[in-house]
């Protein structure tokens, strides 16, 4: 124990900086966001994860985004784990028919203002599961959308460099 | 286990029936309904493990391995053209939630199941249903009902769909006793995707998509699974560098994986630098997966016939330089575990799984293994290349968290070894092969178990002359693992379902599919 805290003192930070933002559908729907909402939003946000049937990939990736590399809370944003504490909700998946009530449910129970952020291929557009007979076609077939975030999974820096454009 | 004792009569005497010769590389035999109930109670008495059981609108298939020699494997099929079948459930409880999940899909009914209400069916799917099922208006009549739990001063938790962290969706609910846990109950189904449907007719190509989507922490096993039976059922043979690479990317799969489970065990003990440190690694990980292969979790990077992502020198070194990396800093890492009893008190003597129930499900991966279970199918039925490289299986007869965490540290130190291996020992040519011509059979059928960093995954497939999916399933580990942990769980304070939950980390999108 004591080696491993020594050893913290004297290493370099692992934390990165952030990439800049160079998807230019995330920076249309960033712009996308009105001015208002931009004040409202200042400079902290909680977020709210719905898994709304991804793979898991998605999830993977955006547990990452707690690592120390990306360290996600220095720009003010966290995951939180009631919906009543959150102004983001995050969904992943198709929305499978199954999860439908339980988002829905998530959302209503969000005070607002709030947005709603679609990560990853198959909660922007249903992905491979697109004509299933278990899915919807991705959130916005369920929820107004806010912003998109594609990838299949979106890299962490590709999830970091959405959220920071929440911020504009 | 691995030797068969002479002594002992063969556990598959007598389940004969016509053999179907499209099938490979293990026996298929269509059988008779007295065969089928005999298998059932074979697997009852523990001289045969049920290993896959899965269905067709007019047929059931159920795969058996033998109890004492895993690399015995059958497949037994019974029609059913009055669209139900002997219940397999009855005597052998491991089969009753695929018999459940089967029943929602397919218009067939167990007869004898003691338990017939729906399991991946939520009553949401709206007409029609999947390959025909009748299912659809049983299940949105009415709630689903949970299991009565009798006594005094007994309370509910229900816990999820939605959960605290980020993490998949499924339902928990846990009757206490005060803070004893005195049954937990698992609702799952909610990531249900209709997998096997959208794969039913599709190309090669977008079904081997969507397998490596079953379940993404097991992209590399579920795409080296459904390869491996498409492979087998059109003698379709990988390259040797394929298949080298191939066993590269599932190593550092598991890999990532076990270094993000230990962390993570620690962390639901309240352990957060454990948590930080090994989190680091697995970044580490999925970068030089990215720089190599070109994706962070190797998606779609294995084919049928090989791979599409060759690995260069400097993908050889880079890949070299983190496995000396990882085994100094995670070395360090584990003796930290070693000498925290604070941690351990959280760890030793929770969520004990009892052998006995291990054996009887025929649980794989970290999870049998920690109760005793030699298993893995690297070794049996084993494939290649891992009959070339050198590494050992571990296992504890414990069962508890600690257990399980030992059983990852351990296989995170193979699959180090496995890497090095296997950088020595890769073959150079080509990476991919042409697709064989058919050779005038009509639907040839291929099977493959691969052993995920959960456990064994089996894929089993049909492709039609057209050189389609007729029929593909795909069964995760978790279906043996998931009801062995409302049996580990039972007992235990429910301050410690999250960490006897992870270190289960059983696949919710796998299951549910």
């Not at chain 1, 400079?43 to 719905?50: G, I, N, P, T």
């Not at chain 2, 015995?72 to 491991?94: E, F, K, M, T, W």
């Not at chain 2, 890949?319 to 360090?332: C, E």
């Not at chain 2, 130190?413 to 090095?420: C, D, F, I, K, T």
Request: with cysteine; hydrophobic share 40%; aromatic share 8%.
């Amino acid at each position: 124990m004591r080696k491993t805290l020594f050893e913290s003192l004297t290493l370099r930070p692992y934390t990165e900086k952030p990439a800049t933002l160079a998807d230019p559908q995330i920076e249309r729907m960033a712009a996308e966001l009105s001015a208002k909402t931009r004040s409202r939003l200042g400079r902290s946000l909680s977020l709210r994860l719905v898994d709304a049937g991804s793979c898991n990939a998605c999830e993977l990736e955006l547990n990452a985004l707690s690592n120390p590399y990306y360290d996600l809370e220095r720009f003010g944003l966290r995951f939180v784990a009631s919906p009543r504490h959150a102004d983001v909700l995050l969904v992943t998946g198709p929305v499978t028919k199954n999860m439908r009530e339980a988002l829905l449910r998530t959302f209503e129970a969000m005070p607002a203002p709030k947005w709603v952020v679609a990560v990853g291929d198959c909660a922007t557009c249903g992905g491979p599961y697109a004509d299933s007979y278990a899915c919807e076609r991705g959130v916005q077939a369920v929820l107004p959308v806010d912003l998109r975030i594609s990838g299949c999974p979106p890299s962490p820096g590709q999830l970091l460099a959405g959220l920071l454009a929440l911020f504009g | 286990m691995t030797v068969r004792d002479p002594s002992l009569p063969d556990p598959f005497a007598g389940l004969s029936g016509r053999v179907i010769d499209a099938h490979r590389p293990w026996p298929r035999a269509e059988v008779q309904a007295d065969a089928w109930t005999d298998a059932a109670s074979r697997l009852q008495r523990g001289i045969l493990t049920l290993i896959g059981l899965w269905g067709e609108p007019r047929t059931v298939h159920m795969a058996l391995a033998d109890a004492h020699e895993p690399s015995r494997i059958q497949v037994l099929s019974l029609d059913c053209p009055n669209g139900s079948y002997p219940s397999v459930g009855q005597a052998h409880p491991p089969a009753v939630r695929l018999e459940r999940a089967l029943g929602d899909l397919f218009p067939l009914v167990p007869i004898g199941l003691p338990d017939t209400r729906p399991w991946l069916d939520h009553g949401k799917w709206g007409a029609p249903g999947p390959f025909g099922s009748s299912r659809q208006e049983a299940a949105s009549r009415g709630d689903y009902e949970f299991m009565p739990v009798a006594g005094e001063n007994i309370h509910q938790l229900p816990v999820g769909p939605v959960h605290a962290g980020v993490i998949e969706p499924g339902h928990f609910r846990i009757s206490a006793d005060g803070d004893t846990i005195v049954r937990l109950e698992e609702r799952l189904g909610y990531t249900h995707k209709g997998v096997e449907s959208l794969m039913q007719g599709a190309d090669l190509i977008r079904a081997a998509q969507l397998a490596c989507r079953a379940s993404g922490d097991s992209t590399v096993a579920y795409g080296l699974a459904f390869a491996r039976a498409v492979e087998s059922a059109l003698g379709w043979e990988p390259p040797p560098r394929a298949v080298w690479l191939r066993a590269l990317m599932a190593e550092l799969e598991r890999l990532a994986n076990h270094l993000g489970d230990v962390g993570a065990i620690c962390n639901d003990g309240g352990f957060a630098i454990m948590h930080a440190h090994c989190s680091v690694l697995r970044e580490q990980v999925l970068r030089a997966t990215l720089a190599s292969f070109g994706h962070r979790l190797m998606m779609d990077r294995v084919v049928p016939g090989g791979v599409v992502a060759d690995l260069d020198a400097a993908g050889s070194e880079r890949i070299g330089a983190l496995v000396s990396d990882i085994r100094h800093r995670f070395g360090r890492l584990v003796e930290l575990y070693d000498n925290t009893a604070s941690l351990q008190d959280r760890t030793v003597g929770t969520g004990v799984l009892q052998p006995a129930y291990a054996a009887q499900f025929g649980a794989g991966g970290y999870i049998g293994r920690a109760s005793n279970r030699r298993c893995d199918a690297r070794r049996w039925p084993g494939y290649a290349p891992y009959g070339a490289l050198d590494f050992e299986i571990p296992v504890l007869d414990k069962g508890d968290v600690n257990a399980r965490l030992w059983i990852r540290i351990r296989e995170v130190e193979q699959s180090l070894r496995l890497v090095e291996q296997i950088l020595a020992g890769l073959p150079a040519g080509v990476i991919q092969t042409a697709r064989p011509c058919p050779k005038g059979q009509a639907a040839p059928e291929g099977m493959a178990i691969v052993e995920g960093f959960r456990g064994d995954i089996l894929a089993w497939i049909r492709i039609s002359a057209a050189g389609r999916v007729e029929r593909c399933h795909l069964r995760d580990p978790s279906w043996f693992q998931w009801p062995l942990l409302e049996a580990a769980i039972e007992n235990n304070i429910v301050a410690d379902f999250p960490i006897c939950n992870k270190s289960f980390n059983c696949a919710y999108s796998g299951h549910d599919l």
